[in-house]
């Protein structure tokens, strides 16, 4: 049977040079492309190959999420996850309209897979694993900068099972403010290396460069009433949470884009990042105390108690816990559940 992937991004720009790319490749290779627009969109957006879905159309859609959803904001991105899923998707690429993808973007991705694997890590640098130089991803702790993680070659090989995949982006890689505003770019990361973190092995990912396979498709979800530098970053936290349950890693691997990052105001990215500098750590030692259960039926029961947690905690306000139940319903309408349970055997 052919995998069918979509690619998804949200954005407000005109048709660019990312957008361009991704568009391209997407016909050469079959994949669907969806861009969700918000208020800020042009009136009028065309590519060849790119599924354009404006505020109407998103409103038009059917989707209890899109009718809730604030409006300009990232998360209206989950539209976007909601749209390829109920279209059939079985892979789901994410990505932003600030990444130009390389040849290998594109390329077929495996899911189950044998690299080098951590377990039991505590927080892990992965950036370290492609970089010999100081550097971090965002959402790191800043008290884990400079821990060093176990080296490669020293790591067992394993045959797992990897439905989550984060690729890096070269360039202007996705780091804090911090870095930004006192340490050098660009940065190049090490082709050819992969890292699959497993139970207990924490380290933050993004949504910049992003794949995801069917029955990870719940965890896809950004929530909204958050800091918006921290939207994709507690969702990695929710998604290896849930994953251990299920036997699953997070594969990290080299970058397959260069980022062109879209102009920021450093100082405002830094206020928005501090939530995640003082909770984060905070935040994945409550997660790891929750009974959650392992199966795919137990997957949307376990983002309502990973959440709920969050608005316990005080990071996330208890509006979140409305979107969250339209984000679920919509799955299972859409029928998601069916799918994953047939897709995987059960």
Known sequence: ?????AIVVTSISNPNKGLNSI????VEHGYEFIVVGDTKSPPVFYIEGCNFVSLEDQLKSGLEFAAICPMQHYARKNIGYLLAIRNGADV???TDDDNIPRSSFFSKRQRCRTVHTLTNGNWVNVYRYFSDKLIWPRGLPLDNVYRLPPALDLLPLNTIECPIQQGLADENPDVDAIYRLILPLPQVFKPGREIALGINSWCPFNSQNTT?????FPLLYLPAYCSFRMTDIWRSFVAQRISWENGWHVLFHEATVLQERNEHDLMKDFVDEIPG???????????NSLLLKGGIIHIL???RKCYETLV???VVDYKELRLLAAWLSDLVKIGWLEKAEQHSGV
Do not use: C, F, P
């Open 277 to 287: 500098y003082i909770h984060n750590d905070r935040i994945v030692r409550a997660l």
């Open 312 to 314: 316990d905690l005080g």
């Open 1 to 5: 049977m052919q995998t069918k992937v």
């Open 301 to 303: 029961n376990n983002m």
């Open 92 to 94: 789901i690429i994410e």
């Open 212 to 216: 995801w396979w069917l029955e990870a």
């Open 23 to 26: 568009a391209s490749g997407a």
